[in-house]
């Protein structure tokens, strides 16, 4: 389909290993977005790339958390010895330009164990 | 899939009837107001937005009002049906015009038939 795609779907980690999780944006968007999605909460927003510039990463929560998107399409949240406060659903979205529509994936779902 | 918004506050309507749905928001600062509807184990989908220099928006059997004098947000659904059955959050974007958004904690619809 044409929609954002996520990969894993699923993923469980020790606490203590290394995970990265991956985003295929919609082709031609130029706007990619990480959000984290605790359960029963809204979606909280982590970073934001133009391209493959990333132009804002208020949101991360700790220097253990670190985004690419080194050609400006796909790209990988990269989470460093996880902890079991990182469980959550990790959503990547899409959009054009300043769209206020933006496509969000199915997310990965994130277990520390 | 996941279980979104297992602890949200519930609104229960008969198939057919309009809905609708609050939100307060606190950013006075925000330049777009956005509603997503989140199905179990899915990303949000956008459903409609609003500038926020209007007070109302009407789409295909949705309608979004706003209300800045009291920081209040609302999406009416008309005719509601089985397929809207959903975890609705409002959010705000942040007003650097790229899709920083800042979820509210949800609300659970249930269309009984």
């Known amino acids: 389909g044409a929609g954002v795609s996520q990969s894993p779907r699923y993923k469980v980690a020790k606490r203590g290993q290394d995970v990265a999780l991956r985003c295929d944006p919609i082709?031609?968007?130029?706007?990619l977005f990480w959000y984290q999605q605790a359960l029963g909460q809204g979606p909280e927003f982590l970073t934001y790339f133009q391209n493959e510039a990333q132009l804002d990463k208020s949101g991360l929560p700790s220097d253990r958390f670190f985004a690419e998107r080194p050609e400006g399409s796909v790209s990988t949240l990269k989470i460093q010895r996880t902890q079991q406060e990182d469980s959550a659903v990790y959503l990547c979205?899409?959009?054009?330009?300043?769209?206020?529509?933006?496509?969000f994936g199915q997310g990965t779902r994130l277990t520390v164990v | 899939g996941e279980s979104v918004g297992l602890h949200l506050p519930t609104l229960s309507v008969q198939e057919g009837d309009n809905s609708i749905i609050n939100c307060a928001y606190s950013?006075?600062?925000?330049?777009?107001f956005i509603w997503y509807k989140q199905e179990s184990g899915k990303g949000p989908q956008f459903i409609i937005d609003i500038r926020s220099n209007m007070d109302k928006r009407q789409g295909q059997r949705v309608t979004v009002l706003l209300n800045k004098t009291v920081k209040h947000l609302s999406l009416q659904i008309a005719a509601t049906q089985p397929g809207d059955s959903a975890v609705y959050f409002c959010a705000e974007r942040f007003s650097g015009g790229y899709n920083k958004l800042i979820f509210g904690a949800g609300t659970r619809l249930a269309v009984h038939p």
């Open positions: 979205a899409s959009s054009l330009g300043d769209s206020t529509e933006a496509f």
């Open positions: 950013n006075s600062a925000s330049d777009y």
């Open positions: 082709s031609g968007h130029v706007s």
